[in-house]
Each structure stands twice: as C-alpha cells, then as structure tokens.
C-alpha cells in the first residue's frame, strides 16, 4: 500500500515569508508525528498528533512554528516569518496504534527547506 | 531526559568486513529501541527494533540485542555489502515520541 506522503519535496524560500509543508499519512494510521532533521544531526521531536486528543507541542521551538491535523489524515506544519536557521529537511511520520512506546513508526521522504 | 549516543562517524569498511555501531541510551521506564536507516536519495526506514531488554532484533543480516544492564543496542552486521552504505540512526521511544542519535555514515567499499 501507498506509505506517507510528503509535499512539497523540495521548497525555498526568502528569509522573512511563511511557508506551509503537507503530510499525508498511511491510511488508517491514527498517530502522526513531525520530525526536523537539520544537516548532519539527528531528527528533532516537534509534534505528535493522537486521534482527536490535544496534539503534543513540545517539541516545537518558536511560536513561529505551528501544525495542525485533520481528523486522522492530512497534517500541515506552517512556519511563519521564516529564518535562515529553519533550514532542514522536515520529515512525517506516522503509525498504526496509540502512539505508545512498541509502536513503529513510517517516515515520509521529507521535505527540504532552504531559507535564503 | 532521554537521550541516545551513537559511535561517531563516518565509518569506511571494505565489502564483507564486520561491522559495529556502538549505541548507548538514557532513558526514564522501560523504553523500546530502534535502528533506522537512511540510504542514499531515500527516506528513512525501519531497519530492526526491539522492545524489551534481552530481546534481539534482526534483519538483513543486521543484528541488535537490547541489554539493559550497559544501556547499550549495539548494531551488527557479520560481511557488509556495497549496497549498505547509507545513515545510521539509533533511536528509542519511551512514549509517543522518539529521541534519535546523530546518525553514523557508513561507507562500504568494493
């Protein structure tokens, strides 16, 4: 079956505008997650969606980044004002069940954001 | 809080030499572990996992064992191949989330 889907696959874009990045997840899948993945590091935890349950936002670093999740599909991770230090591949995930700790993860190819 | 340390990078063998990533984990509870990998042009995939201490978790020829006594998920592969180059990444969940290594570039050579 189709895995997670990631639009666009590549964005670039001028220092100062917002930009908004789509997830499409395995169907059926009710967790979905938001990773960043800057350049020669591991991937950060920004934000896991759960069902209709209030999402998890801690991993979120500024109030410039935000994300939301229609029911149990389509997410958008939106980050406004955009900076130089924003530039990463942005990569979502989802997974089958709960969200809890056995559960694996499938990862979408990501996008990759580069902020002149 | 969690937290996952990999064996620096980036690491060149010759085909059908051993490998070892060394991998070791802080964590709170009782945390499940993962290696994922990431070749070339590709997305990052599931390359093994396991979920309790002493399990072990195997594919490809890939092998992990989850020993909670050293917090350690060391991966291992007995003759690597050309096609295995790729990144890396060691990886544990505790919750919903998971916490990543850096990530070990693997180079293997023909």
């Known amino acids: 079956g189709a895995g997670v889907s990631q639009s666009p696959s590549n964005k670039v874009t001028e220092k100062g505008k917002d930009v908004e990045l789509r997830c499409d997840p395995i169907?059926?899948?009710?967790?979905l997650y938001w990773y960043r993945q800057r350049l020669g590091q591991g991937l950060e935890f920004l934000i896991y969606?759960?069902?209709?349950?209030?999402?998890?936002k801690s991993g979120l670093p500024s109030d410039r980044f935000s994300a939301e999740r229609t029911g149990e599909s389509v997410s958008t991770l939106t980050i406004q004002r955009t900076q130089q230090e924003d530039s990463a591949v942005y990569l979502c995930?989802?997974?089958?069940?709960?969200?809890?700790?056995?559960?694996?993860?499938?990862f979408g190819p990501g996008t990759r954001l580069t902020v002149l | 809080g969690n937290s996952v340390t990999q064996m620096e990078g980036p690491v060149t063998l010759s085909e059908e030499a051993f490998l070892t990533i060394n991998c070791t984990y802080t964590?709170?509870?009782?945390?499940?572990l993962f290696w994922y990998v990431q070749y070339p042009g590709e997305g990052l995939q599931l390359l093994l996992k396991?979920?309790?201490?002493?399990d072990k978790g195997s594919n490809k020829g890939f092998e992990a064992t989850y020993r909670k006594e050293t917090t350690s998920f060391h991966l291992e592969k007995g003759s690597v191949q050309v096609s295995d180059s790729a990144v890396y990444f060691c990886?544990?969940?505790?919750?919903?989330?998971?916490?990543f290594g850096e990530g070990t570039q693997l180079t293997v050579n023909p």
């Open positions: 995930a989802s997974s089958s069940r709960t969200g809890g700790r056995t559960d694996t993860q499938y």
């Open positions: 169907s059926g899948h009710t967790a």
């Open positions: 969606f759960q069902g209709n349950s209030a999402p998890d």
């Open positions: 964590a709170t509870g009782y945390p499940s």
């Open positions: 396991a979920t309790k201490a002493d």
């Open positions: 990886a544990l969940s505790s919750g919903s989330r998971l916490t």
